[in-house]
């Protein structure tokens, strides 16, 4: 079956702008996550959704993140006023679940402030 | 800061060699994970070892995990150019989230 895509793939923005990256899980799972990878580092983690209970923001770096999901489906990660230090390789990820143990990730969106 | 920590940080070696890579973590963990990563997209699941494991394999891959040491290890018998990646590990406690450590970069020559 059709696994976790996300888009844009790249997106090269001004500093200053906001951009909104997209991530269509795997049907049924009901676990997301993002992540952000910085060039040569690990992910951080940034934001869960698991159903309808309340997010965990817990990784945003500042208020300038934010993230939304439609009940079990595709979730948002909007970041505004973007800074040079914003970019990164956005990575999310889905799992069956919150007790499941591996995730599916999708290919990313590198982006790019200028 | 990050649980895992992956050793070495950069691994070459030729087609054909083991490859073995480590993690060591610090607080207690329910499984551990291993991730590869083809040109820094998206990470593919490998193997999964549960803290009351110690050995497990599949196909040319074998994860240790001691738990008493915290640290793991990745070994990849007769490596193919093809296994060239970023490989991380990846803990996971009582709850949801992963924590990754910063990878290894492995590279098989022809």
């Known amino acids: 079956g059709a696994g976790v895509s996300q888009s844009p793939s790249n997106k090269v923005t001004e500093k200053g702008k906001d951009v909104e990256l997209r991530c269509d899980p795997i049907?049924?799972?009901?676990?997301l996550y993002w992540y952000r990878q910085r060039l040569g580092q690990g992910l951080e983690f940034l934001i869960y959704?698991?159903?309808?209970?309340?997010?965990?923001k817990s990784g945003l770096p500042s208020d300038r993140f934010s993230a939304e999901r439609t009940g079990e489906s595709v979730s948002t990660l909007t970041i505004q006023r973007t800074q040079q230090e914003d970019s990164a390789v956005y990575l999310c990820?889905?799992?069956?679940?919150?007790?499941?143990?591996?995730?599916?990730f999708g290919p990313g969106t590198r982006l790019t402030v200028t | 800061s990050q649980q895992g920590e992956e050793d070495p940080q950069a691994l070459s070696i030729q087609e054909g060699e083991n490859a073995t890579m480590n993690c060591s973590y610090k607080t207690s963990i329910n499984n551990l994970q291993w991730y590869r990563q083809n040109s820094g997209r998206g990470l593919v699941h490998l193997i999964l070892?549960?803290?009351?494991?110690r050995e497990k394999h599949s196909g040319r891959l074998r994860v240790t995990l001691d738990t008493s040491k915290k640290s793991s290890s990745l070994l990849i018998t007769a490596s193919r150019a093809a296994d060239t990646a970023s490989y991380f590990c990846?803990?996971?406690?009582?709850?949801?989230?992963?924590?990754f450590g910063k990878g290894t970069l492995l590279t098989v020559n022809p």
């Open positions: 959704f698991q159903g309808n209970s309340a997010p965990d």
């Open positions: 990820a889905s799992s069956i679940g919150s007790g499941g143990d591996e995730q599916y």
């Open positions: 070892i549960r803290s009351n494991e």
């Open positions: 049907s049924g799972h009901t676990a």
């Open positions: 990846a803990t996971k406690g009582r709850n949801y989230k992963l924590t």
